[in-house]
């Protein structure tokens, strides 16, 4: 069965609103999470470390105030886009590293189109 | 700096013909290579890593620090092997640099 569920798997939002994604750990607490994105046939680009607990780990070049990461336990992290525009129209993945092996666990995606 | 390369987009390869999907990197530190695989309308999923050497589902892939290269290979291409690979360095104990990603088509 699935390790990470994702939710929505699509949304459709109007410029300038704000959407929410969630991501739930299933078979494991997970005290990190990771939020990628994935622009078309291009790879996906690690955004943030989501951490329980405490404050997100954002890589350079992506904003903050933009892409709102909580972790509020340790099987859910949230990423809400803010004030979307149509260059946030992506394809957002989260995961769930297992410790000591390295290996991820992919939610199913979420692919959000700001009209 | 890009830390993982897959030079091809698209791999089309004929059922039982040998397949080998590329993959370089380049990282300052003891590199952990990952090779994830996403079938039609699923999930990225780990396909194998190179610090246990197994063989899944037919693959193989070697570790080489000379050529900085991890390159995915199976002798006898299946119809089910179609999908996308995604090559993936580890770093900074839990972090993954991803390749753009190499599309392979078995054609029956």
């Known amino acids: 069965g699935a390790v990470v569920s994702q939710h929505p798997s699509r949304v459709i939002c109007k410029s300038g609103t704000s959407v929410k994604i969630e991501c739930r750990s299933l078979?494991?607490?997970?005290?990190?999470m990771f939020w990628y994105r994935q622009f078309p046939k291009q790879s996906l680009m690690l955004m943030a470390t989501?951490?329980?607990?405490?404050?997100?780990?954002?890589e350079q070049g992506v904003e903050k105030d933009k892409f709102l990461i909580n972790h509020a336990s340790l099987t859910l992290s949230t990423l809400t886009v803010t004030s979307a525009h149509p260059e946030d129209s992506s394809f957002y993945i989260c995961?769930?590293?297992?410790?000591?092996?390295?290996?991820?666990?992919f939610g199913e995606g979420s692919r959000l189109t700001v009209l | 700096a890009q830390r993982v390369t897959q030079p091809e987009k698209l791999l089309s390869v004929f059922k039982g013909a040998p397949v080998e999907l590329k993959c370089n990197y380049s990282y300052s530190g003891s590199p952990e290579l990952f090779w994830y695989v996403q079938y039609s309308r699923q999930r990225l999923q780990l396909l194998l890593r190179h610090i246990s050497r197994e063989s899944i589902k037919g693959f193989t892939a070697d570790l080489n620090k000379g050529e900085t290269s991890f390159h995915l290979k199976k002798p006898f291409a299946q119809e089910e092997d179609s999908a996308m690979y995604y090559c993936a360095l580890l770093y900074n104990f839990n972090k993954f640099y991803f390749g753009s990603g190499t599309k392979l088509n078995v054609k029956p």
């Open positions: 078979d494991f607490q997970a005290t990190t």
């Open positions: 989501s951490n329980e607990g405490s404050k997100a780990t954002y």
């Open positions: 995961s769930v590293g297992r410790e000591n092996t390295g290996e991820l666990f």
